[in-house]
């Protein structure tokens, strides 16, 4: 029994002490799992730490980034220049938003479409100044800037080591710790003209936010560099015709001086002459009438010299000032607020055009365009015109002969000394009154007699009412330009204008004109905008810079392949180095070296089939260009707009092969 006790007893412990062991397993088992626990717990913390300090990091970065925009706003508030503007924005950009790089790059409109850093601060200023970027299709117009530029829209790059299309980059932007960026269009209305660039150091560097504010921060940059411009153009616009306007006005003194001195000799000739001819008082109203007539020839040819002259240069300034504000105003909204900028340029530039032509006007230097038309049918649908500008005390009225009144004039010339004479007839009736315009068909002359019942003019001042700056209204209200113009208008045409008038009984100015013999030039009727387009190869030829920039621009906006030349020897090379058709020479009459009349010659002897289109600004030489160029040339007058132009161009071309001279 005693043995079976001592079994049971070992039996039991065995059963006890396999019972401890297999709970110790069961121990050991939770404690790890609770060790697990802490650990995912910990590192969930870390991992939200590490968020949260992202997100404040980000936070921060976006709070500098708006800071940098308000700095950039008020850097354009104190700009004086567009280079110094550039260099500050950069500066902010790289300051207050923590990049590594900032640069602005302007495109280039060359074949190779290049884009040309022209501002940057941080990291890689040395590099900058080599750096090779396009927005064109080619690799190097794949990254950031090239794809901002070419879509419009910025363009994000979260890793530029990894990233296949920053690859001709690649090696500089390791070599410079830059690790992401993002390009920022530059806009001018639908297209960008620029890009400002951004780096990082480290990969994804710009969240979708970051982005946004630095879009807004460009689109400011972009209102700012356009601001700029618009002010500068003003500014040189303002200065041109100040200059213009004093050395004008320095000619007039010195012509008066001539015109008095020489007045002095023909009085002492006047007095020699009276002592040898019996009939006094005959001799001297002939010679009164004389010397009144020479003076006025003399007079005339000063001011046509100087016209002429001025015409030339001062037409090319127009012709930048007013086509590039033309060009501005198509592409800003109606509410912008710099569109009351670019419509003042525009103004400016056509009162220094109507100045020219006035100028031109009295002097008989300027370019007349003549067709049959009848002066009833003229003076009819100015009507509108006359209702615009006379008072309501001013009563209109018409007496025009029942027949048609053969003239040949240009319209536009004509219609403008109407303008002259009712505008010259309102001034006269200041509390109202009968203004009357009236046609007769007087035997081989046709007249055109415009009345008003107004103050009249005594004798001496309708002697002097025809010369040029005279004026009896106040300062500021006439340039004495008006009559003067119409008298020059008029005379030009083959007509005369004559005046009537007495103190309180009224005047009458009579245009008479000679009758044309032909058939009434039909009306044209509206050109359509489809015959504006074309894509004609020409060769653009312009030693003025601006000038032919301008005229390529719109030439190339409307579908033409454009080859530009500053001069006739580059212009003759241009086309040996181009085997395919040349349809038409767009060419300047007056050029260092080579003058638009030889380079046609030459140029329609190696090409016969090419239309010659002449441009010039200086009168005489317009005149005859058309005469002495090759058969079938046409001739542009400046300043044209972009519609004139466009006319010109797509009519010299649909009139056909030119013949050979």
């Not at 997100?55 to 220049?81: I, P």
């Not at 317009?622 to 972009?642: C, H, S």
């Amino acid at each position: 029994m005693a043995s079976r006790s001592q079994a049971d007893t070992q039996i039991d412990r065995g059963k006890t002490g396999a019972s401890e062991s297999a709970d110790e397993p069961t121990s050991a088992a939770r404690g790890h799992g609770e060790a697990k626990g802490h650990l995912k717990g910990t590192v969930q913390r870390f991992r939200e730490q590490s968020e949260r300090r992202a997100r404040e990091k980000g936070l921060q970065k976006l709070s500098r980034m708006v800071q940098a925009l308000s700095r950039a706003s008020q850097a354009m508030a104190r700009a004086t220049s567009e280079a110094d503007y550039l260099d500050e924005v950069c500066r902010i950009v790289v300051e207050d938003c923590g990049c590594n790089l900032a640069w602005v790059g302007f495109r280039s409109q060359g074949a190779a479409r290049r884009i040309d850093p022209v501002a940057w601060a941080g990291v890689a200023s040395a590099y900058m100044r080599t750096l090779v970027v396009t927005w064109g299709e080619d690799p190097r117009g794949q990254g950031p800037a090239g794809q901002a530029i070419r879509t419009g829209k910025p363009s994000l790059f979260n890793d530029l080591a990894a990233d296949p299309t920053f690859g001709p980059w690649r090696k500089e932007a390791k070599f410079r710790d830059l690790g992401s960026s993002v390009g920022l269009p530059l806009m001018d209305g639908r297209e960008a003209f620029g890009v400002l660039a951004v780096y990082a150091s480290e990969p994804d560097a710009f969240g979708e936010a970051h982005v946004r504010v630095l879009d807004e921060l460009a689109e400011g940059l972009a209102r700012g560099i356009l601001t700029l411009r618009l002010r500068e153009s003003e500014r040189r616009a303002q200065e041109a015709l100040r200059v213009t306007s004093l050395h004008l006005q320095r000619l007039n003194d010195e012509l008066e001086q001539r015109v008095q001195e020489r007045t002095k000799d023909l009085v002492r000739a006047n007095e020699e002459l009276t002592a040898r001819i019996l009939d006094r008082d005959r001799a001297e109203e002939a010679l009164r009438r004389s010397e009144e007539k020479l003076r006025h020839v003399q007079k005339m040819e000063a001011i046509g010299t100087l016209a002429g002259g001025v015409a030339h240069d001062f037409n090319n300034l127009l012709q930048v000032i007013s086509g590039y504000s033309e060009m501005a105003l198509e592409k800003v909204e109606a509410d912008h607020p710099i569109r009351g900028l670019l419509e003042t340029i525009q103004r400016a530039g056509q009162k220094g055009a109507s100045l020219t032509r006035q100028l031109l006007a009295f002097s008989r230097k300027q370019v007349l365009a003549p067709e049959i038309l009848d002066l009833n049918t003229l003076v009819g649908d100015m009507e509108m015109f006359f209702q615009r500008v006379l008072k309501e005390d001013i009563r209109l009225a018409f007496d025009l002969h029942p027949d048609l009144c053969l003239v040949e004039a240009d319209p536009g010339q004509l219609q403008q000394v109407i303008m002259n004479l009712v505008s010259n007839a309102k001034d006269a009736m200041p509390k109202g009154g009968v203004l009357t315009l009236r046609t007769a068909c007087a035997g081989a002359s046709i007249q055109l007699s415009v009345s008003d019942t107004g103050e009249g003019m005594t004798p001496e001042v309708a002697a002097r009412v025809f010369e040029p700056f005279f004026t009896t209204k106040g300062v500021g209200k006439g340039t004495g330009l008006g009559l003067s113009t119409a008298l020059g208008i008029v005379e030009q045409s083959g007509g005369s204008l004559e005046v009537a008038s007495r103190p309180g009984e009224g005047t009458t100015f009579t245009v008479v004109l000679p009758r044309a013999e032909g058939i009434l030039a039909p009306r044209e009727s509206p050109r359509n905008a489809d015959r504006e387009l074309g894509s004609e190869t020409l060769l653009l030829v312009e030693d003025d810079a601006g000038v032919r920039h301008l005229t390529a621009h719109h030439l190339v906006a409307s579908g033409y392949q454009v080859l530009e030349a500053p001069d006739g020897p580059s212009a003759l090379e241009a086309l040996r180095s181009h085997p395919e058709p040349v349809h038409l020479l767009l060419t300047d009459m007056v050029m260092p070296g080579m003058c638009g009349r030889e380079l046609a010659e030459r140029v329609t002897a190696l090409r016969p089939e090419i239309r010659v289109l002449f441009m010039s600004g200086y009168p005489d030489i317009a005149q005859a260009a058309e005469a002495e160029g090759p058969a079938g040339a046409v001739l542009i007058t400046k300043p044209f707009d972009r519609a004139r132009l466009l006319g010109a161009v797509r009519d010299t071309l649909d009139a056909g092969p030119a013949t050979p001279a």
